[in-house]
């Protein structure tokens, strides 16, 4: 599959694990009013899955490419 094509894949994919990440039914469980190291658990959560999704993107996005297969280049004979 070419490099292109598969990035372009997994940043999709990655694009949707995020917005079901912050769409209602999870938002909903995390949206209680307790504190966590001072930090209401919404907000720990928001920033938590808004960092990893900007890291999943970076690494996607900055991931070397594979190296090339080698060609069965074999060393060309003199013609006889």
Same mark, same amino acid.
């Given at each position: 599959?070419?490099?292109?094509?598969? +990035?372009?894949?997994?940043? #999709?994919? %990655?694009? #949707? %694990?995020?917005?079901?990440?912050?769409? &209602?039914?999870?938002?909903?469980? =995390? *949206? +209680?009013?307790?504190?966590?190291?001072?930090?209401?658990?919404? &907000?720990? &959560?928001? =920033?938590? %899955?808004? *960092?990893? =999704? #900007?890291?999943? %993107?970076?690494?996607?996005?900055? +991931? $070397?490419?594979?190296?090339?297969? $080698?060609?069965? +280049?074999?060393?060309?004979? $003199? *013609?006889?």
């Amino acid at each position: 599959m070419p490099e292109a094509k598969q +990035r372009s894949e997994r940043l #999709i994919g %990655v694009l #949707i %694990v995020g917005l079901l990440a912050l769409n &209602y039914p999870l938002l909903s469980l =995390f *949206s +209680r009013e307790r504190l966590l190291f001072g930090v209401p658990l919404l &907000y720990l &959560y928001l =920033f938590a %899955v808004w *960092s990893l =999704f #900007i890291v999943c %993107v970076a690494l996607t996005l900055t +991931r $070397p490419s594979s190296p090339a297969a $080698p060609t069965d +280049r074999s060393p060309s004979q $003199p *013609s006889e």
